[in-house]
Nanobody, 116 residues
Framework: VQLQASGGGLVQAGGSLRLSCAAS??????MGWYRQAPGEQRELVAI???????TYADSVKGRFTISRDNAKNTVYLQMNSLKPEDTAVYYC?????????????WGQGTLVTVSS
């Protein structure tokens, strides 16, 4: 299983970025994004389930949109109205689960820097 994230970069406050994460090897029940700022713990940003139900962190509600293309096994994170506090390394996450077990996979991380 591989998760390949892309789309990070440097953007000014108020700008937008779109992250992508292409997964290979399995079909995942949940895919999502987490982020980790310097000196902070990794935190949930957004997840999307196989039935398209979503969950967002309160800090990004109304600004970020998560979506997935099941045919491409890819999850996206559209980030609008970016703020300096959104600066972090963003990690793609995918959960593979069966009736007997579940395994969590992580991508390599992509850096998002928002300048003020």
């Amino acid at each position: 299983v591989q998760l390949q994230a892309s789309g990070g970069g440097l953007v000014q406050a108020g700008g937008s970025l779109r992250l992508s994460c292409a997964a290979s090897g399995s079909v995942f029940s949940i895919m999502g994004w987490y982020r980790q700022a310097p000196g902070e713990q990794r935190e949930l940003v957004a997840i999307i389930r196989s039935d398209s139900r979503t969950t967002y962190a309160d800090s990004v509600k109304g600004r970020f949109t998560i979506s997935r293309d099941n045919a491409k096994n890819t999850v996206y994170l559209q980030m609008n109205s970016l703020k300096p506090e959104d600066t972090a390394v963003y990690y793609c996450n995918a959960l593979y689960s069966t009736a007997w077990s579940s395994v969590n996979y992580w991508g390599q991380g992509t850096l998002v820097t928002v300048s003020s």
